[in-house]
């Protein structure tokens, strides 16, 4: 599903965020990519999302080298993929609705089909009785909800996270971790970025550790079902 193969990001200035990473992550497959502050996290992100370019090397997202799309074909691209925010990026002048609804008006949805989506999604969080709420006034468990909701609305067959728990307590990040798990057991294939590793570590997937831009670990943390473990490049997943 996707696929890194030698990739380097350097931003002007001489910062070198990604050095040569390679690893691939298969399609419904839930993985974590931990590291300290400035690791190259977020930046591994953008490259998928195409908002950021690489230096070196390429990235394949269903087969497909996604920096030789042309510019018209970078917006289907991102459509295929949700995202999930630290800070939520919702919109405070708008319902909790109309914040999840929003990824289907881009696309031109028909009202009726895409309000059901909406509600549909919004019970899947547990959020469908606060859809005529202001995000404002939901807690901050709850406003990561609404972002969950409108990034998975769409049906993406790929979720990015963010550092999606950062500014949660424990409990309402394991909640909103097993909210991620449910949607990879429908399919969604997922990579989450997170700092916790009290958290992750618990959870028994794949974890991918930068390290000032190189890739020093791939790993599935052992399970009954299955202790094995991966090498550095995370070839065939």
């Known amino acids: 599903m996707i696929r890194f193969d030698e990739v380097s990001k350097q931003y002007p200035g001489g910062h070198q965020a990604l050095k040569q990473v390679s690893f691939e992550l298969n399609k419904g497959e839930m993985a974590f990519l931990t590291g300290r502050s400035g690791a190259g996290k977020s930046t591994l992100l953008k490259l998928i999302m195409r908002t950021e370019e690489l230096n070196q090397g390429q990235i394949l997202v269903g087969n497909r080298n996604i920096h030789r799309m042309a510019a018209s074909e970078i917006p289907f691209h991102r459509r295929r993929i949700g995202v999930v925010f630290q800070d939520h990026q919702l919109l405070f002048d708008r319902t909790v609705f109309d914040n999840v609804m929003l990824p289907l008006r881009i696309e031109g949805y028909d009202k009726h089909e895409a309000a059901r989506r909406v509600r549909a999604a919004l019970d899947k969080v547990g959020l469908l009785n606060k859809e005529k709420l202001n995000p404002v006034t939901l807690s ?67 974890i991918l550790t930068l390290d000032h831009g190189s890739l020093i670990k791939d790993e599935l943390q052992p399970s009954k079902q299955e202790p094995a473990s991966r090498n550095s490049h995370g070839a065939n997943v």
């Open 140 to 206: 901050g468990g709850e406003q990561q909800r609404v972002g969950i909701a409108r990034a998975v609305v769409n049906r993406p067959q790929i979720l990015l996270a963010d550092e999606p728990t950062g500014n949660l307590d424990p409990d309402l990040a394991a909640e909103i971790m097993l909210l991620f798990e449910q949607f990879n057991q429908i399919g969604v294939s997922m990579l989450i970025a997170s700092h916790d590793l009290s958290l992750i570590t618990r959870l028994k997937h794949r």
